[in-house]
């Protein structure tokens, strides 16, 4: 019961010192960072000033010591021992600045542990002595650099050669973030054995408002996303001892840089009968190389008679199959067609088809007499001429040629002959 009386009554001395009593002494301690295992700060009493220390020296052995306030990093043993609770990391000691300014004054800043300390004996329990310790942890190279995650960056097709494109920066808990200004960075590719794509080179710039280095990829050779649409990089960041590797993925952007090209089977001649023409006429395919702008679609640009027809898709087709005529039209027929893609403005390929009508055996001979009716005189001398028959045909070919002939006429030998027949004309005089 004593005992619990005297508890109660250092806590409730504590309780008063904490809020009235000012602090007696400061207590500096230096430590090394160790990220393994608890560091032992040092003996208190090895710190205290002569005149605490001779309040306790009569018997050491009879001192109580107490952390004031909770406290997450330093712990005192019974024998006044200070050590960390656990690992001491810097960087969890004390906060890291998430953008520090890299100028050197600032970043001689310190890392300093603050804590209190009650020092009671049997003789001073009314009255325990408040001790403040500070504890400098300096710092090591523990902390390896840090990126985000994958990084894809775009860049337009059409970017210039000395185009910049930023990327990422490291971070280096170290030295309360100060190690980033030191970071060195290198470009690599990600295969092993494989050397970097020439096309892009790592940049790095002083940042303007006193920062860590800012990072860039920059464009030294031209971009043909036909060729190549992505590239991948490893960016690596060094403070010396630690890597940290990102993996870059730049994509390339596809502008309309390339015009539609007509497929190397395209025929642009045609021949088709005028009396059975095929439908549609001709099929049209052209292709285009970009990706976004690769969409091609058919124009029909001339048509001077206007007879044909021309779908997106590509099939000439005859507005009406009946309008061609080979023996009243025109023989050849030539319409300028174009293949447009689908950038903005759009680039296209023209092309002139011909379109060639043959012949077919499609009109009756015709004859033309232009008198009717003859009148002869008996007792002429045969053979007699008579009258000229006109026979002719306005198809060509073995279908325009004619054949004359008369029907019997009943005697024996016949009365009326052709006897010479001369093909002047192979079609009938419009007249």
């Given amino acids: 019961m004593p005992h619990l009386c005297r508890l109660a009554a250092l806590f409730l001395a504590m309780a008063v010192v904490s809020a009235s009593q000012p602090k007696q002494s400061d207590i500096q301690f230096y430590a090394m960072e160790d990220d393994k295992k608890s560091v032992h700060f040092g ?24 952390i004031a306030q909770a406290d997450e990093i330093v712990r005192v043993d ?9 690992p001491l990391i810097r960087e969890k000691a004390c ?13 001689k800043d310190v890392c300093q542990i603050k804590t209190e300390v009650f020092m009671s004996n049997s003789r001073e329990q009314r009255v325990p002595k408040l001790v403040d310790v ?15 995650p994958y990084q894809e960056v775009e860049v337009q097709e059409s970017a210039e050669h000395g185009a910049k494109l930023s990327l990422p920066k490291a971070e280096d808990a170290d030295k309360r973030g100060f190690a980033s200004c030191h970071l060195s960075y290198r470009l690599e590719s990600c295969t092993p054995g494989k050397p970097a794509d020439p096309t892009f080179a790592l940049e790095l710039q002083n940042n303007s408002n006193g920062g860590p280095r800012d990072v860039y990829l ?19 960041a060094s403070d010396g001892r630690h890597t940290a590797s990102l993996t870059v993925s730049v994509r390339v952007i596809d502008v309309n840089d390339n015009a539609p090209k007509w497929s190397p089977n395209q ?20 292709t285009d190389a970009d990706s976004k702008y690769g969409q091609v679609h058919y124009t029909l640009v001339s048509d001077k008679n206007n007879l044909f027809s021309l779908t997106r898709r590509g099939s000439l087709t005859l507005k009406n199959p009946r309008e061609l005529d080979y023996d009243q039209q025109i023989k050849e027929h030539r319409v300028v067609v174009a293949a447009v893609d689908n950038g903005k403005p759009p680039k296209s390929a023209t092309a002139t088809v011909t379109i060639i009508v043959l012949d077919e055996n499609d009109n009756p ?8 009716h003859v009148s002869i005189t008996e007792n002429n001398k045969v053979p007699l001429h008579i009258l000229n028959i006109i026979a002719g045909d306005l198809d060509t070919g073995a279908g325009g040629i004619v054949t004359c002939s008369l029907q019997p006429d009943g005697f024996n030998p016949p009365r009326f002959l052709l006897t010479a027949v001369r093909l002047r004309h192979r079609r009938c005089p419009t007249n």
């Fill in 267 to 286: 025929k642009f001649n045609v021949s088709v009968s005028e009396t059975n023409p095929p439908n549609p006429l001709l099929r049209l395919n052209a």
């Fill in 218 to 236: 920059k464009l030294l050779d031209g971009l043909d996303r036909e060729k190549i649409e992505q590239y991948a990089y490893c960016l690596i």
């Fill in 134 to 148: 500070i504890i400098q942890v300096d710092d090591q190279n523990n902390s390896p650099p840090n990126f985000g």
């Fill in 95 to 107: 906060s890291s600045y998430s953008n520090p300014n890299c100028d050197e004054e600032t970043a």
């Fill in 43 to 66: 003996l208190l009493r090895d710190k205290l000033p002569k005149s605490l220390a001779d309040k306790f020296s009569d018997d050491w052995s009879d001192v109580t010591y107490q």
């Fill in 78 to 86: 019974s024998g006044g021992n200070l050590t960390s609770i656990g």
């Fill in 365 to 372: 001979p015709q004859i033309k007499i232009r008198n009717h």
